[in-house]
């Protein structure tokens, strides 16, 4: 199709593309940040430059939250809070399932030997040093997991020792929902955290914090539908922070409100590049992608994915900045042109992909290229290739879990199993590919999408349904694709699957339902529009 040979070679460009060049500066956010008033014993010169810290803290703005609290400390030396608060925004986005590298976790552990140095002059403050130590302490012999329910108890501790402490509770929620397991239906934490946050928004509206979390508490598709009054205002509270410019689009992707989330994600895009975080650009960037895709807004998508090779040469995945800081932007990188190919099933050019010749540091978004062309391929008869790359799939299940990245080798065996079943449906083994998608779908339903993705590149229910239309079963298709939409609303591929299903099946009546809502989610949908777009007018008509 149009463009795909440009979408190629972007792709190529940014798999091969070297590290930065060099490590990026890190710029204060000035203007409107939201107001946090965190009592410490530190020398009232050091208390203005504390609590913007601890606000760009509680927005995520991790790089230019250590210049201020290093500012706090110029004003006092001894204020040991301060490095807690490096500390904290060492470990970055608690919501990055990813294991941390060694290295991080040292210089964490640096700012929490530095404050013990220093000397905590309360037992409030020390409880919290005491606490944020969990994440950094004995990591060569307590894996991740361990250490983070362990800082989960700890703030749970401190929260009850202080219950008049706003922000104790606050950072008890989020850790709270930050150790919640991807594979808890309940939501427990998820909700107990909400609640709490809740319970503390009226005292304080104007928090950053209370609002964010209260987003990341709620954001699965059970619960979306209870952060969409956080998500209008977050944005009003910290329009200065790049992240609470983007947060809100995690409430919208999962309503399916896409031009909202297009909307916020350009403005935390044009924020972040002002501020040179490039890593929290790309994250805002493949949100927008996501939202534009299930729009039909194509020519949008190609100015997004022609951008990525400049933004590539500029970005440090280690340097801390943004919410993005680390792997998203790798993620990012790799998905959207991943996205493209695969949202237009266009399985040609997935068959085309041309992945990195060697395994980089976060094999997971390497998977990303992989699983479109293992699909593209399966697709379009190239079945020994197919197989080839449904393995290399499985060697990086296997090194993943080798290295202890539970949630992510877990994903990629989802897109092993997948690409398997199609490649399966392939060879002609009907009975097996079925069998195996239908498991697939099991699995994906048991786990959650990372914060860093705005969903999958492609619902394994949504395959399923789509595997079941090529074996001429439209009735079954349609209950799958009728339950994706339950947990992926709007999305494209899931009203017009479902579309077809109904019409294949005889039901003209959901047929003409699902078409007309599709034109109605491609109101902006560029002219005269992808295929299925025209075939949706023509059946209304």
Request: hydrophobic fraction near 45%; include cysteine.
């Amino acid at each position: 199709m149009a463009s795909t040979s440009r979408v190629l070679l972007l792709l190529c460009l940014v798999s091969l593309s070297a590290p930065a060049i060099a490590r990026q500066e890190h710029q204060h956010a000035a203007g409107q940040l939201g107001t946090v008033n965190f009592e410490t014993t530190c020398a009232p010169a050091a208390k203005e430059p504390f609590n913007h810290a601890m606000a760009l803290l509680h927005s995520f703005e991790f790089g230019p939250a250590i210049e201020s609290f290093n500012a706090a400390l110029k004003a006092d030396a001894g204020c040991a809070m301060a490095h807690w608060g490096i500390a904290m925004a060492r470990w970055t986005n608690p919501f990055n399932l990813a294991a941390r590298p060694p290295q991080q976790v040292q210089t964490g552990l640096d700012a929490i030997v530095k404050a013990r140095e220093v000397g905590a002059k309360s037992e409030r403050e020390k409880a919290y040093i005491d606490a944020a130590a969990r994440l950094f302490t004995d990591a060569s012999t307590l894996d991740q997991r361990t250490r983070i329910v362990a800082y989960e108890k700890a703030m749970g501790a401190v929260a009850a020792a202080y219950p008049k402490d706003r922000e104790a509770s606050i950072f008890w929620a989020l850790s709270l929902t930050a150790s919640a397991l991807p594979g808890d239906k309940t939501y427990a934490n998820q909700l107990k955290a909400g609640a709490l946050l809740e319970k503390l928004y009226p005292q304080a509206t104007d928090h950053p914090g209370i609002t964010h979390y209260i987003i990341h508490s709620y954001d699965v598709p059970a619960l979306a539908d209870k952060a969409i009054a956080a998500a209008r205002r977050y944005a009003k509270i910290a329009p200065a922070a790049p992240h609470a410019l983007h947060m809100p689009s995690h409430t919208f992707t999962r309503v399916g409100a896409w031009q909202d989330s297009i909307e916020t994600n350009r403005a935390s895009a044009d924020a972040a590049r002002k501020a040179n975080a490039r890593g929290e650009e790309l994250h805002a960037m493949d949100y927008m992608a996501y939202a534009y895709l299930q729009t039909g807004q194509d020519k949008a998508v190609r100015d997004l994915i022609d951008s990525i090779p400049e933004i590539a040469k500029a970005y440090d995945p280690a340097a801390i900045q943004g919410a993005a800081s680390g792997p998203a932007g790798n993620y990012a990188m790799s998905a959207i042109p991943a996205r493209w190919v695969l949202e237009h099933r266009d399985w040609k050019a997935a068959a085309s992909l041309r992945p990195a010749r060697q395994l980089s540091r976060v094999p997971y978004t390497d998977a990303i290229t992989l699983f479109a062309k293992a699909l593209g391929l399966a697709h379009t008869g190239g079945l020994d290739e197919a197989r080839e790359w449904v393995a290399a799939l499985n060697d990086i299940q296997g090194r993943l879990i080798q290295a202890n990245e539970t949630y992510w080798a877990e994903q990629v065996g989802i897109q092993h199993d997948a690409a398997a079943a199609f490649l399966a449906l392939a060879e002609g083994k009907a009975d097996e590919a079925l069998k195996l998608m239908r498991a697939t779908v099991t699995r994906e339903d048991a786990t959650e999408k990372s914060a860093i993705s705005p969903g999958p590149l492609a619902p394994a229910r949504e395959l399923l349904g789509e595997m079941l239309l090529q074996m001429k079963q439209p009735a079954q298709a349609l209950v799958e694709f009728q339950a994706t939409m339950k947990k992926e609303p709007n999305r494209f591929r899931g009203v017009y699957g479902a579309a077809k299903a109904a019409s294949l099946a005889g039901d003209k009546a959901k047929a003409r339902q699902y078409y007309t809502q599709l034109l109605d989610i491609c109101k902006r949908a560029d002219a005269p529009g992808r295929p299925e777009l025209l075939e949706a007018r023509a059946f209304v008509k």
